[in-house]
C-alpha cells in the first residue's frame, strides 16, 4: 500500500507505520450516533431489580470511565421502570375511580371513606405475604394489588349496603343492625374470599414456565384477602357504629337547638300579619289549585278521547285482547295436533345374513319393516284428541265471558268517575259564584271575618276535590284503555243504553254457563285420557319383508308379521290407573263447580235487586230533589233568603245525596254486569 507525497512521488506505508495485527470488535453498533456495546446478564434465582443495584454499587466503586462514556440499563429492568412509571399513574386513576363509584352507589361520603379503609387493610396482607414469601415488588405483583382492592371493596360495600338496607327497613338499634346484617352477609363475603384463595393457590405455587409472573400476583391477593376479610368483619362494624351514633347526635343537636322564644316571636309576627294577608294568601292557593288542575285538563285534551259506548268498548276488547287470541291460537294447536292419533309405528331398513360360511348362506339383500304400529289405538287417541279441541273452545267462550264482565267494570268505573268529575266542576262553579258573593258581604261589613273565612275555606275544597276528582277519571280511563286498542285514547259516553243494562228475563239454571261446561269438557277430556292409555295396553303389529340370495342364487323373498304384547308393561299401567283417578277427580270438582256457582248466581240476584232499588229510588225521587236543591241555594243566598250557615247546610245535603246516588249507580252497575256473566 502506497501513500502519495506533496511532490507526486509515493513511499510505501511500512516506512511511516508499524503494522500487527491485535483483537478487537468484530462488530461496530450505534445508538442516535453514538458507538454502542451490550454486556448481557442473566438473572437467576434473584430480582431483576436488586442483581442492577449491586452491579450499579459495584461499578460505582471501582470502575473509572474515560471522559464521553457512560452506563445505561435496559432490558427486564428497562421495563420494569417503565411499568413502575406507568402504575404511579394507573394505580391513583384507579383508586379515585373505587372512590366515586362508592360514592355513587351509598351517597354518603362517610361511608365511601369507611369502605374506603379495606384498601389499606387489604394492602397490609398483600406486603406481608411478599415479605413472608421473599418477593421483591413486582408489575405481576402491582396488579395484585390492583384487583385486590377491588375485591376488598367489594366486601365492604356488601356489608355496609346491608346495614342502610336494614336501616330503611326499620331497624333503629344499631347493634340490632351490626349483628342481624353480619350474620346475613358473612356468609357471601367469606365465600367470595375462599373462592379467591383456593383459586389462587395453584398460581401462588406454580413451577412451570411464566412462574415467575404468577406467583407474585397469586401471594398479593391470597395475603391481602385474609388480611382485608378478617379486618373487614372486625373493624366496618366499629368505624359503623361510631359514624351513626356521630350523625345521631347531630341530628340530635339540630333538633335540640330549635329556640322556643324564636318560634314565639313568629306566632306573634303571623296572627299580627295574618288580618292583612289572609285575602291575598287565599287567592294565591286559588291559583296554585287552578295551575295543578291545567296539566290533567291538558293531558285528556292531548289524548284526543273519543267517547265509547258499553256494548262498543266490549267488541274492541274481544277483537284485540291479547289472551282470547291466545285461546283461539290454543284451538288451531290442537287442531294441529289431530295426527298424533295416527301411530304407523317406526320404519327399519336392514341388510343381513344367516348361516353365513365360505361365500354360503342366506343373505338378506335389503329388507324393510314396520315396528309398533298402533292400529287398535286410533280411535281412543282420535276421542281424546277432539276432547282436547272442544275443551279450548270452551276455555275460549269462558275467557270471552270474562273479559266482557272486566271490560264492563271498567267502562263502569270511568263512567262513575266522569259523573262525579261533571259535579264536582258544576259544584266549582257554584262555589266560585258563591265566594263572590261573600267576598261582597264582607266588604260591606254584612258578615263576620269568621264567615268569610269559613266560606272561602269550602270554596277552596270544593276546588281540591274537583281536581282529585279530574285525576280520578283520568286513571279511571287509563284503565278502560288497557282492554282496548293501544294505538287510539278512549273514553265513555255521557248515558247507558238501555239495552246495556238489561237482564235476560229467563229461568236460567246454569247448565249452559261456560264454567260448568269447561268442567264438564275436563270430564269427558279425563275419561277420553283414560281410555288413551288404556289403549296403550293394546297389542300392537309388526310388519317385515326382504330380498334374499340363498347359497348364490337369487330370486327369493322373506317375510314377518306379528304383534307386540305388552305383558310387563308397568309404566303404562300405571299411568292408566293414574288417568283414572283424573277422571274421578275431574268429576268432583265439576260437582262442586255446579254448587258453588249456583250459590254465586243467587247470591248475584239478590245484590242485583238490592241496588236496583236503591238506585231507582235515588234516580227517582232523592237525586232530583239535590239537584233542586243545589241549583236554588245560591240565588237564595244571594238574595238574602238564606244566611252563610243555611247555604252549606243545604249544599253539603246536597253533595251528599248526589254522591250516595253515584255510589249506588256503580254498585248496581257492578251487581247488573255480575248477573249478565251468569246469564250469558
Known amino acids: 500500500m502506497y501513500i502519495d507525497l506533496k511532490d507526486g512521488n509515493q513511499i510505501p506505508i511500512i516506512e511511516i507505520a508499524e503494522i500487527e495485527y491485535v483483537p478487537g470488535p468484530m462488530q461496530i453498533s450505534r445508538d442516535n450516533t453514538y458507538r454502542r456495546t451490550y454486556v448481557g446478564v442473566n438473572a437467576r434465582g434473584r430480582d431483576v431489580e436488586s442483581v442492577v443495584k449491586d452491579i450499579q ?150 413451577t412451570s414456565a411464566g412462574a415467575e409472573v404468577q406467583q407474585p400476583l397469586a401471594t398479593v391477593v391470597i395475603g391481602g384477602m385474609l388480611t382485608a376479610t378478617l379486618l373487614t368483619l372486625v373493624v366496618l362494624p366499629v368505624l359503623y357504629t361510631f359514624i351513626e351514633k356521630r350523625r345521631e347526635r347531630k341530628e340530635q343537636n339540630k333538633i335540640g337547638s330549635f329556640n322556643p322564644q324564636a318560634l314565639t316571636t313568629i306566632l306573634i309576627l303571623g296572627f299580627m300579619l295574618g288580618g292583612t294577608a289572609s285575602a291575598s294568601a287565599q287567592r294565591a292557593v286559588e291559583g296554585r289549585a287552578q295551575q295543578s288542575q291545567a296539566p290533567v285538563q291538558d293531558l285528556i285534551a292531548k289524548d284526543s278521547i273519543t267517547p265509547i259506548t258499553l256494548s262498543r268498548a266490549v267488541e274492541i276488547a274481544k277483537e284485540n285482547y291479547p289472551v282470547l287470541k291466545a285461546s283461539q291460537l290454543e284451538i288451531e294447536r290442537q287442531n294441529a295436533l289431530t295426527g298424533n292419533a295416527y301411530d ?110 269559613a266560606a272561602r275555606n269550602q270554596a277552596l275544597q270544593i276546588n281540591n276535590k274537583f281536581q282529585q276528582a279530574e285525576t280520578d277519571y283520568f286513571i279511571a280511563l287509563q284503565k278502560l284503555n288497557l282492554w282496548l286498542t293501544p294505538d287510539a285514547m278512549y273514553g265513555v259516553s255521557d248515558e247507558l243504553g238501555a239495552s246495556e243494562i238489561s237482564i235476560l228475563e229467563s229461568n236460567n239454571t246454569l247448565n249452559d254457563h261456560p264454567e260448568l261446561s269447561l268442567s264438564r269438557k275436563r270430564i269427558d277430556e279425563a275419561q277420553a285420557s283414560y281410555d288413551a292409555a288404556r289403549a296403550n295396553l293394546l297389542p300392537q303389529f309388526n310388519l317385515q319383508g326382504g330380498l334374499q340370495r340363498v347359497n348364490g342364487d337369487s330370486g327369493f ?8 304384547v305388552p305383558l310387563f308393561s308397568g309404566p303404562d299401567r300405571s299411568r292408566a290407573k293414574a288417568a283414572k283417578l283424573d277422571a274421578q277427580i275431574a268429576e268432583t270438582n265439576a260437582a262442586y263447580k255446579q254448587r258453588e256457582l249456583q250459590s254465586e248466581y243467587t247470591q248475584a240476584m239478590q245484590n242485583y235487586v238490592r241496588w236496583r232499588d236503591t238506585w231507582f229510588f235515588y234516580k227517582t225521587e232523592a237525586l232530583p230533589l239535590a239537584i233542586d236543591q243545589r241549583k236554588g241555594a245560591l240565588l237564595a243566598y244571594k238574595e238574602g233568603a238564606l244566611d252563610y250557615a243555611a247555604f252549606t247546610q243545604i249544599i253539603r245535603d246536597a253533595i251528599q245525596t248526589e254522591m250516595d246516588a253515584l255510589d249506588a249507580l256503580d254498585n248496581y252497575l257492578i251487581a247488573l254486569f255480575e248477573l249478565q256473566y251468569f246469564q250469558n
Do not use: C, H
Open 57 to 206: 454499587q459495584k461499578l460505582d466503586e471501582e470502575l473509572d470511565l474515560p471522559s464521553g462514556y457512560y452506563i445505561t440499563y435496559g432490558g427486564e429492568f428497562e421495563n420494569l421502570q417503565s411499568a413502575k412509571d406507568r402504575l404511579i399513574i394507573v394505580v391513583p386513576i384507579a383508586l379515585f375511580l373505587i372512590f366515586i363509584l362508592l360514592y355513587f352507589a351509598l351517597k354518603s361520603f362517610s361511608q365511601s371513606l369507611m369502605i374506603y379503609i379495606a384498601i389499606p387493610l387489604a394492602a397490609i396482607g398483600g406486603v406481608f405475604a411478599l415479605w413472608l414469601r421473599d418477593m421483591p415488588f413486582s408489575i405481576s405483583a402491582g396488579v395484585g394489588f390492583i384487583v385486590l382492592f377491588g375485591v376488598a371493596v367489594l366486601n365492604g360495600l356488601v356489608l355496609i349496603n346491608r346495614f342502610n338496607s336494614l336501616k330503611e327497613e326499620g331497624v333503629i338499634s344499631i347493634k340490632d343492625r351490626i349483628f342481624k346484617g353480619t350474620k346475613e352477609r358473612i356468609r357471601p363475603i367469606m365465600l367470595t374470599a375462599t373462592t379467591d384463595i383456593f383459586g389462587f393457590l395453584p398460581m401462588a405455587f406454580s
Open 344 to 453: 304407523y309405528g317406526s320404519t327399519q331398513v336392514f341388510t343381513g345374513g344367516e348361516e353365513v360360511a365360505d361365500g354360503q348362506g342366506i343373505y338378506t339383500l335389503i329388507g324393510i319393516g314396520q315396528q309398533n304400529i298402533d292400529l287398535l289405538g286410533i280411535g281412543a287417541k282420535k276421542r281424546l284428541q277432539q276432547q282436547r279441541i272442544q275443551l279450548a273452545e270452551t276455555a275460549l267462550d269462558l275467557s270471552e265471558i270474562q273479559i266482557e264482565r272486566e271490560v264492563k267494570k271498567a267502562w263502569s268505573e270511568a263512567f262513575q268517575a266522569k259523573k262525579k268529575f261533571v259535579l264536582y266542576r258544576e259544584l266549582d262553579s257554584i262555589y266560585d259564584q258563591f265566594a263572590q258573593s261573600v267576598e261582597l258581604n264582607y266588604e260591606v261589613e254584612a258578615i263576620s271575618r269568621l264567615e268569610y273565612a
Open 557 to 564: 323373498y322373506t317375510y314377518q308379521a306379528g304383534i307386540t
